[in-house]
DNA sequence: GCATTTACCTAAAGGCTTTAGGCAAATCAG
DNA sequence: CTGATTTGCCTAAAGCCTTTAGGTAAATGC
């Protein structure tokens, strides 16, 4: 009998695609091996769990997402550079909303500080390198970044922002006008 | 053999504390039947599936959200009610993060348009009339705060913002005190 | 007190997860 | 190139969750 040929990497992989096609809660070991045309027991040598394969994907979604950042923000500063970072979110949670969901999944912390989560907090750090902020403050810009950019991209996903006027994308560029205009008028206390 | 006396209300509700005391995902029908001590085809005559039974929970907690927001707006404007607005989604999700979880399910249509979501879109445009707003700007930050809210209470509840100075609490300040400051001085176009 | 409705039950089928143990294909040694 | 080892996929089986069908006993109503 010839073989599938799976790795880890390809079943996470095959995952990943599964989740941007049906939704990150559609992702079973079970769907994934019918994928593959072989059954599910055989998974099991290329991933512990059920619970592995979404961590696996999560993994591939915030590296994915990094790299995408990293790219994005090279030679940039100022509100180039934070509206290029907010571009990369909103648009690979666009384009793959199952890995971008799978990026949120809780990770334990061991996990989280191997993971490439770390390369987000930093990316974010280098954009208010262009604005003239110092600690706390700088943490706090972090937190609200963060919070706009994942708040707006899920409530985006979520069909939130459909059928009414103004469109989506109207309101997007509004708000980084705005965060632009808050970061270099950062309120003193 | 003695009643157990269940109700669609009473099962919903149990799936309610359930998902805060075990997180939403682990909300199922049979873990409420065991919870009463009753087989699970039992409960089927008052849920029609698991999803409704999620449903049910969704719904519950967009209504006890915004029964929390109608309270703490009353004879509130700007500011004042910005924050009490914030205050009552960043408050209901530490005290009850299952049933938070549940109230970002997707709904379908019909069933959105009847739930409380409504009600919430009313009260963040009531806070805005303290703000001199017009549309299509009234839109845009209706978008912007629901954005931050959920996106800083889905962060902060994912531990996000845990083991790292500062405190989360003096960043939600800063960040109602931005948002204000912004609402205030909404950029002309 | 009897009929009807209602609440909960047993039974059963189907799906997903996970572990244990087996065989055959690929790989490697001499 | 042949025999040994490793590795990949398989069968089997147990446990839990969902959902439907049909039965019995408790509550309700006349």
Redesign the interface.
């Known amino acids: 009998m010839a073989r599938a040929g799976l790795t880890t990497e390809r079943v996470v992989r095959a995952g990943a695609e599964l989740a941007d096609e049906a939704g990150f809660d559609q992702v079973t070991v079970s769907a994934v091996a019918r994928h593959f045309g072989v059954k599910v027991a055989s998974l099991y040598s290329h991933v512990k769990s059920s619970h592995d394969l979404r961590t696996g994907i999560a993994l591939l979604a915030l590296e994915e997402l990094a790299d995408r950042g990293d790219d994005a923000l090279a030679g940039r500063a100022g509100k180039d550079a934070l509206s290029a970072l907010g571009n990369v979110y909103r648009d690979y949670a666009r384009e793959h909303p199952g890995r971008y969901a799978a990026a949120?999944l809780?990770l334990d912390p061991s996990t989280a500080a191997a993971s490439a989560g770390v390369r987000h907090a930093r990316m974010t750090r280098a954009i208010l390198r262009g604005y003239d902020l110092t600690e706390?403050?700088q943490?706090?810009a972090v937190?609200?970044l963060?919070?706009?950019?994942?708040?707006?991209v899920?409530?985006e996903l979520?069909?939130?922002?459909d059928h009414?006027?103004?469109d989506?994308q109207?309101?997007w560029n509004?708000?980084l006008?705005?965060l632009d205009?808050?970061l270099r008028n950062w309120?003193a206390n």
């Open positions: 949120q809780r706390p403050d943490t706090h937190r609200l963060g919070s706009v950019f994942h708040g707006y899920t409530l979520g069909g939130g922002f009414s006027a103004p989506s109207e309101t509004r708000i006008d705005s205009a808050l309120p």
